[in-house]
């Protein structure tokens, strides 16, 4: 079994930069492929990014490419997601969430672990 607990969501105003923390713990971490979801009221559950498992391939969503970037420091058992020139239409409750397979895992069934999520919002 795997747990994870993110941190770093706030407010923040339109422009500005958030930086997500996921640490996980339960499995050797390297072993995890992780990925960020998130979620906005009244929307489904979506796919923000991800990062591959062992050779650390990443991958975005369109609408926060350029502007996001995730990464992971395997010996702190944590995976980031720096956010730059936030928009409000990035308010959501974000999800860090882990799976053992290999690949660019772009759909949220491919994960098997979730954290409790952190919520962003960015103001106009």
């Known amino acids: 079994q795997v747990q994870l607990v993110e941190s770093g969501g706030g407010l923040v105003q339109a422009g500005g930069s958030l930086r997500l923390s996921c640490v996980a713990s339960g499995r050797t971490f390297s072993t995890l492929t992780m990925g960020w979801f998130r979620q906005a009221p009244g929307k489904e559950r979506e796919f923000v990014a991800a990062i591959i498992r062992s050779i650390g391939n990443t991958y975005y969503a369109d609408a926060v490419k350029g502007r996001y970037t995730i990464s992971r420091d395997n010996n702190k058992n944590t995976v980031y997601l720096q956010m730059n020139s936030l928009k409000p239409e990035d308010t959501a409750v974000y999800y860090c969430?882990?799976?053992?397979?290999?690949?660019?895992?772009?759909?949220?069934?491919?994960?098997?672990?979730w954290g409790q999520g952190t919520q962003v919002t960015v103001s106009s």
């Open positions: 969430a882990a799976s053992p397979r290999f690949g660019a895992l772009l759909s949220r069934i491919l994960y098997d672990y």
